[in-house]
Nanobody
Framework: QVQLVESGGGLVQPGGSLRLSCAAS????????MGWYRQAPGKQRELVAV???????NYADSVKGRFTISRDNAKNTVYLQMNGLKPEDTAVYYC?????????WGQGTQVTVSS
């Protein structure tokens, strides 16, 4: 089975930055899609950013211009650089990956933006 290992979450002040990483282990195949979702207390899980194998990228409107997603296909790793963080970015961030006929979710990493 494939496991997604996340890291990089934490507590930052408004305007600060964090870099999330997610590496897929247990497979040598490059994922077709890798991305990040987030879920704040009392809210539904929402898409933050996603990158496909052809490097097509989509961002949620709320993070455009502040967040940057990137991936290393050879390492099955995806990153999320988060700049200009706002309190409303506070959530549990989940890594997601999709292969042909299979998908996997990370356990989630907490991002808290507070003064």
């Amino acid at each position: 089975q494939v496991q997604l290992v996340e890291s990089g979450g934490g507590l930052v002040q408004p305007g600060g930055s964090l870099r999330l990483s997610c590496a897929a282990s247990g497979t040598i195949l490059s994922a077709n899609v890798m991305g990040w979702y987030r879920q704040a207390p009392g809210k539904q899980r929402e898409l933050v950013a996603v990158v496909q194998s052809g490097d097509s990228i989509n961002y949620a409107d709320s993070v455009k211009g502040r967040f940057t997603i990137s991936r290393d296909n050879a390492k099955n790793t995806v990153y999320l650089q988060m700049n200009g963080l706002k309190p409303e970015d506070t959530a549990v961030y989940y890594c997601y990956a999709l292969w042909s006929g299979y998908n996997s979710w990370g356990q989630g990493t907490q991002v808290t933006v507070s003064s």
